[in-house]
């Protein structure tokens, strides 16, 4: 609960911005930075030792990497933040992590397929993925958008504005039951629903 409290107070704070996250003036990081620092727990680099794997790409050869290991809460912190650093929305400069510059890892691949086991695609975008949203309608064209398949559909448009200007609190709260209904099918579909 306490993310789901976080997430709806840092969209409604860019959503007063004139311009959202785009409005001069407005940091996006450092907001994003204390929304991260409010929910992590002290030993949270510990928890997500080689569990949580973070795409991030290096602004300075567009190569991606994946991290999983982090010395720190801080080393952990600055992954996540590389992870959503978008140039332009996130401002100018990339974050530094461990003496490299390093964006948002969805530019060079949003969804890695790790090399061992099951990794379990979700996306908020209709796409040939595990967990996402599907649209109706007779046409299947897909884009290739970095190692993911999404369908060209004007309710794709319509997420990728609403991932970038935050909607209504009522339209989030719809878009997160969605989003677990879509889990439960997916469970269901596979047999993994207990």
Not at 50 to 73: D, Q, Y
Not at 130 to 147: A, F, H, L, S, T
């Amino acid at each position: 609960m306490e993310c789901i409290k976080v997430t709806h107070s840092f969209a409604e704070e860019t959503r007063k911005q004139y311009l959202g996250a785009l409005t001069p003036g407005y940091d996006f990081m450092t907001k994003l930075r204390g929304s991260i620092d409010s929910i992590l727990p002290p030993n949270a680099h510990e928890i997500a030792e080689n569990r949580l794997f973070i795409s991030v790409t290096s602004a300075k050869n567009g190569k991606n990497h994946l991290l999983s290991n982090f010395a720190s809460r801080e080393d952990l912190v600055k992954a996540l933040l590389a992870s959503s650093f978008i140039p332009l929305y996130g401002g100018f400069n990339a974050v530094d992590f461990n003496g490299e510059k390093l964006i948002d890892g969805g530019l060079t691949n949003g969804l890695p397929i790790l090399p061992v086991g099951r990794t379990v695609t979700v996306s908020p975008f209709c796409g040939r993925l595990d967990i996402c949203p599907q649209d109706r309608g007779r046409v299947g064209v897909y884009v290739k958008v970095p190692k993911q398949d999404l369908k060209l559909s004007i309710a794709n448009f319509i997420r990728l504005h609403q991932s970038l200007f935050p909607p209504s609190q009522k339209k989030m709260e719809s878009l997160y039951q969605d989003g677990y209904d879509d889990a439960i099918l997916f469970l269901l579909k596979e047999n993994w629903f207990e």
